[in-house]
Every structure is written in C-alpha cells, then in structure tokens.
C-alpha cells in the first residue's frame, strides 16, 4: 500500500492509568465505525500475526508505562492498526502527560466512507481532547509545520504558518495542528472560538457534534491534498480563522 493510500488518525487524551478501560473503547468503538472490523490480532517482532482469543484482557493487561500495544485486524488486503503512546508531561502541553492514539486504515471508497465515524469513535472512547484524521502525504508536510529554532529548524511547507512544540503550547485542550478530518472536544473548541456562527457557516456545513459535546469538522469535502489549490487555500484559512492552534496566538 504506497503512501497516498493510507489515512492516519492521531487523537490526544488524558494519559492512561493501570487498568484503564478506554482502551477498550477505543477499539471497540472502531470496530463498531467500520462494519464487519474485527481488531483480534498483534503483530510479533518478526512480523507474524498472533490472534487474539482475549483480546480485551490482552488489551488491558498491555498497558504499559502509559501506552498500549499494536492491535489489528489480520486483514493484508484492508489493514487496520492501532495503537497507544504517551507524551511525556517535559514534552506535553500544560505540563501534563497526554495519551497519543495512532490508527491506519486504507484511503479506499470504504475507509472513506467510515473515516469521520472512527475518527469520532477513537476520540470519544479516549475521551481525547482534540484530533484530526489526514491523509499521510498531507499529514507528512503539516507535520513540518512544527517548527522550533533549536530543536527542529526549519521553514513551514507551502506558506502555511509556523507551529510550535508541543510543550511551548500553554493547554492540552488547544489543537496543536489542522488536518482533513479535526475532532475538537467541547473543551478544544471553546478553547479556539468555534463556533462563530458569523463566521463558521462554511465549517459548520461539513461539521457535526458529538455526542459529549465535541465536534467533528471536516475541512475539505474530498480527502485533503496539498497539491490541490483549493484544499491548501481552506487550509490556510482555517489557520488563519483560528489563531490558537498550533500556539500561535500569545495570550
């Protein structure tokens, strides 16, 4: 599968605690999104798949140092993946600790078609504070966004602006960057200003709110490409509308 095929979703959440079920909502949750997944099995370190006959008590009992392994459904000819990781709180926003969900599926009419719903369900089961689901190749060049003098020099791709650090951003709530599909908690989304009803009709015609309170935003009807002029011009302006994300509006 080359790159452009794959969608990547990200969502950060409060760090996880020994014995914490929302790795299991996580995953249920997506298999739930995306009819007939089944997320039963690990991946071994020469690259074997090992089902996963309990898989919820693996799940569990896999938490370690604030993450959670590799699951996925066995399947080569539509891969899905997900796993946790955890931001330091030296490295976090606010200072404190976040839990980072990583998830791949195929860039396919099906994942397409379930790409907003498993977005949502990964952020709701992690009860995550904000997220996005990207296109890898849009995904890689936003990443470069993030700038720092000493630690990643560099300058923005494409005239987008300039982002900072995680841990130079003053709250977990506020997003550190865009993408295709965002999911900004209630919280991520008073914490930018959405929404403006003056403003945001344009956003609000491809949103939906969640059912804790959160909102699913869709910036591009067609997945997001960088090369298309028109999708990094709606890009551009959604940073534009929205100052805070990224750490760029200084209190």
Not at 55 to 81: H, M, Q, S, Y
Not at 122 to 151: C, K, N, Y
Not at 236 to 248: H, L, N, Q, S, T
């Amino acid at each position: 599968m080359t790159a452009r095929k794959k969608l990547g979703i990200i969502v950060y959440a409060p760090a996880l605690l020994g014995n914490d079920q929302r790795t299991l909502a996580i995953v249920q949750g997506m298999e739930r999104a995306l009819p007939g997944l089944r997320m039963e099995w690990e991946v071994s370190e020469d690259g074997r798949l090992i089902a996963l006959p309990q898989r919820d008590t693996w799940l569990i009992e896999g938490i370690k140092d604030g993450a959670f392994p590799l699951v996925c459904n066995g399947d080569e000819t539509f891969p899905v993946t997900v796993y946790g990781l955890q931001t330091s709180a030296r490295h976090a926003p606010g200072g404190q600790p976040l839990l980072d969900v990583h998830a791949k599926l195929p860039l396919d009419a099906v994942g397409l078609a379930a790409a907003a719903d498993v977005l949502e369900a990964m952020a709701e089961g992690a009860r995550a504070l904000w997220g996005h689901a990207t296109p890898f190749s849009a995904g890689v060049e936003i990443a470069r966004q993030t700038i720092d003098p000493v630690h990643k020099p560099g300058v923005p791709p494409r005239g987008l602006p300039a982002l900072k650090l995680f841990e130079h951003i003053r709250s977990p709530e506020i997003p550190a960057r865009l993408g295709w599909l965002n999911y900004w908690s209630d919280a991520a989304a008073r914490a930018i200003g959405f929404p403006d009803p003056a403003r945001d009709a344009d956003l609000l015609s491809r949103a939906r709110r969640t059912a804790t309170g959160g909102w699913v935003v869709r910036l591009t009807d067609a997945p997001l490409d960088l090369d298309n002029p028109a999708h990094l011009d709606a890009l551009k302006r959604a940073y534009e509308r929205f100052p805070e994300i990224g750490g760029r509006l200084v209190p």
